[in-house]
């Protein structure tokens, strides 16, 4: 990573994570930096119900690193299937990436971080 002195100057540490930081205020820090304001409504757990009970299940699948292959033989569905559902939920969540699905995932309790895929 680069920095340039602009970027110093410029740098708001809002999001840095120091040492003495307790858990609470690690998941604030990261529902900022992961999930856009407009959006921020849906990283608290009690507004998972914006997800059907399937589409929970798919976004466990996708964040601890399966693929739409073996998410489909594991929950006996179709890929195409899998796909619409993933294609729902980045909809209604808002975000595009798998690392900001697992983000998603880990910080509302869907999965643990140690359930990840390295």
């Known amino acids: 990573m680069v920095i340039s002195e602009s970027c110093i100057h410029n740098y708001n540490n809002s999001n840095v994570i120091s040492g ?3 858990h609470e205020e690690i998941i604030n ?3 900022k930096f992961f999930i856009p304001s407009k959006k921020s409504k849906l990283s ?3 507004n998972q119900e914006i997800l059907s009970e399937r589409e929970i299940e798919i976004l466990k699948e996708v964040a601890i690193g399966r693929s739409n292959k073996e998410i489909s033989s594991k929950l006996f569905i179709s ?3 899998v796909i619409s559902h993933r294609k729902n939920i980045t909809d ?3 975000i595009k990436t798998i690392s900001g699905l697992t983000v998603y995932a880990i910080m509302n309790e869907i999965i643990e971080p140690e359930d990840v895929k390295f």
């Open 44 to 46: 608290h757990p009690e």
């Open 92 to 94: 209604k969540l808002g």
């Open 79 to 81: 890929p195409n299937t």
């Open 20 to 22: 003495d930081i307790n």
């Open 29 to 31: 820090k990261f529902q």
